[in-house]
């Protein structure tokens, strides 16, 4: 991919996709910081990928949606030529029973959060004159779903943000773009069907097997390859890509565009 020794910080590097994502960089000879919120998993995770490829890998406690948390993300990676942006989307629910408090958490999580910590590397990647960003969004900015208007309006916000200024870095080889899973099996899913259950009057079983089934792949996706994609957009050759939104939901996504 042309990127050993290149430099990467990964949110939510610990479980699902982000950890595939670090892994498939380490395999690439990156240097991977992983950040996450929970130090035992991050530390196992850490463990994990380092043995599996190979490489070192530094962990650090640090929340995305807070000034300290990702303060002490640049602390251990201060100048990240990758920098990967995941977090945590909100549990099912209806809007009328969302508070403003909820709204504002969504807001640093999946928008405020990612643009703060753009804002905080891109300059430094174009001074280098190599940066590649990568946000692990949702299909909702495109497939909107009615039991998710936290993840819909926020992932949106940060999407429109991207699309102006992947635009302005580009000719600095430094791309912006956003990945779209559909259904994978990994934790986020599994949270999201359990927000599910009470008005679906189904079980867990039931639904998880239905979600998969129903895609036109006849399954969920595997986190590796979400990891695959995101490392190829890190790579070399993926400098006139920009500003993009690659959908990766094995079919789920009906339109032509």
């Not at 990647?125 to 949702?138: Q, Y």
């Not at 940060?158 to 635009?167: D, E, I, K, N, Q």
Request: hydrophobic fraction near 45%; proline fraction near 5%; glycine fraction near 12%.
């Amino acid at each position: 991919m042309g990127i050993r020794g290149r430099r990467a910080l990964v949110f939510g590097g610990s479980r699902g996709m982000g950890r595939a994502a670090a892994q498939c960089l380490a395999a690439e000879g990156v240097q991977v910081t992983i950040a996450a919120r929970n130090p035992d998993t991050l530390a196992q995770a850490a463990a994990a990928i380092a043995a599996a490829t190979g490489v070192p890998v530094t962990p650090v406690v640090a929340d995305l949606t807070t000034v300290a948390g990702r303060a002490a993300a640049r602390a251990a990676c201060p100048d990240p030529d990758i920098l990967v942006n995941n977090a945590d989307g909100p549990r099912p629910g209806d809007f009328r029973n969302v508070g403003r408090e909820e709204w504002i958490a969504a807001l640093d999580s999946m928008m405020l959060g990612p643009i703060e910590m753009i804002r905080a590397v891109v300059d430094g990647m174009i001074a280098r004159r190599f940066g590649r960003i990568v946000n692990i969004s949702s299909r909702s900015v495109k497939t909107p779903q009615a039991e998710m208007p936290l993840s819909n309006s926020a992932r949106l916000g940060l999407v429109g943000f991207v699309a102006g200024l992947a635009r302005q870095t580009v000719r600095h080889n430094v791309t912006i773009n956003n990945l779209l899973p559909g259904v994978f099996a990994t934790d986020a899913q599994r949270n999201h069907i359990l927000g599910m259950l009470a008005e679906s009057g189904k079980t867990y079983e039931q639904l998880w097997e239905e979600r998969g089934r129903g895609n036109p792949a006849g399954r969920y996706g595997r986190a590796e390859e979400a990891g695959a994609c995101i490392t190829f957009l890190c790579s070399a050759h993926a400098g006139y890509i920009t500003g993009q939104n690659l959908m990766i939901d094995g079919g789920g996504y009906p339109g032509t565009f």
